[in-house]
C-alpha cells in the first residue's frame, strides 16, 4: 500500500524549533518529488516548500522562507521539515504530499499522510 | 504571487443535482489547475490534475475544465458521500490554493 505518514507535531514556544519526518512506503520514494503543505486550524491549504527527487531542488513559500528547511533521505525513504523561529501563525496540521509525476515537478499531490499538528504558544 | 478567487465560498444542493464550482485565477496559468475534495479529520484528495484531467479510480461524476484564468469543476449528480470541502490549486508558478468551497446537502 502507498502510504506517507507523519511524526513530530506538537506544542512548541514561540521562537521554538521542531523537525517533521514523513515515512514513506509502497513505492519507490527516490524517484517522486515531495512536498509538505499546511491547514491553519479552520482554514484552507497552504503549500509549505518543495523537494526534487535527488533533493538538488528547493522551493519554499515565502512565508517560510529562512526559516524552515526541507531535506529528504532516500535511502531512509524519508522526508524531514526543520522548523525554526516557530510562529503563532505557523500553528497547523502539516500534511506530506507526493507529486504524482514521478518525472519531474508537476505539483499536484496524489499521496497525503494523515498529518501532524503543530501548535505554536507560549 | 498568483492569486486564486474561489467561489462560491459555501453551497448547499440536493442529491442528484449538478453542482459547478469556479475558479479564477490572477493572471494566465495555461491549464495548470488542480482540484482536490478534503472531507473532514481527512486529508485532500486529488480529484483533477491539468484543469480536465481525472485522476485514476475517480469517479466520473467529477470533471473540471477550463483555460487561461478561468476554470470550472462540475459533479454531474450529487452524491451524499460528496459533501466535503473543494479546492482549486494553480501550479504555473508556485502552489497556491483556492480558499476553498464548502459543499452541504439541502
Known amino acids: 500500500e502507498v502510504q506517507l505518514v507523519e511524526s513530530g507535531g506538537g506544542l512548541v514556544q514561540p521562537g521554538g524549533s521542531l523537525r517533521l519526518s514523513c515515512a514513506a512506503s509502497?513505492?519507490?520514494?527516490?524517484?517522486?518529488?515531495m512536498n509538505w503543505v499546511r491547514q491553519a486550524p479552520g482554514k484552507g491549504l497552504e503549500w509549505v516548500s518543495y523537494?526534487?527527487?535527488?533533493?538538488?531542488?528547493?522551493y519554499y513559500a515565502d512565508s517560510v522562507k529562512g526559516r524552515f528547511t526541507i531535506s529528504r533521505d532516500n535511502a531512509k525513504n524519508s522526508l524531514y521539515l526543520q522548523m525554526n523561529s516557530l510562529r503563532a501563525e505557523d500553528t497547523a496540521v502539516y500534511y506530506c504530499?507526493?507529486?504524482?509525476?514521478?518525472?519531474?515537478?508537476?505539483?499536484?499531490?496524489?499521496?497525503w499522510g494523515q498529518g501532524t499538528m503543530v501548535t505554536v504558544s507560549s | 504571487d498568483i492569486q486564486m478567487t474561489q467561489s462560491p465560498s459555501s453551497l448547499s444542493a440536493s442529491v442528484g443535482d449538478r453542482v459547478t464550482i469556479t475558479c479564477q485565477a490572477s493572471?494566465?496559468?495555461?491549464?495548470?489547475l488542480n482540484w482536490y475534495q478534503q472531507k473532514p479529520g481527512k486529508a485532500p484528495k486529488l480529484l483533477i490534475y491539468?484543469?480536465?484531467n481525472l485522476e485514476t479510480g475517480v469517479p466520473s461524476r467529477f470533471s473540471g475544465s477550463g483555460s487561461g484564468t478561468d476554470f470550472t469543476f462540475t459533479i454531474s449528480s450529487l452524491q451524499p458521500e460528496d459533501i466535503a470541502t473543494y479546492y482549486c490549486?494553480?501550479?504555473?508558478?508556485?502552489?497556491?490554493f483556492g480558499q476553498g468551497t464548502r459543499l452541504e446537502i439541502k
Open positions: 523537494i526534487s527527487s535527488s533533493g538538488s531542488t528547493i
Open positions: 509502497g513505492f519507490t520514494f527516490s524517484s517522486y518529488e
Open positions: 491539468d484543469a480536465s
Open positions: 493572471q494566465d496559468i495555461s491549464n495548470y
Open positions: 490549486q494553480q501550479y504555473d508558478n508556485l502552489p497556491t
Open positions: 504530499a507526493r507529486d504524482r509525476s514521478g518525472y519531474g515537478a508537476s505539483f499536484a499531490f496524489d499521496i
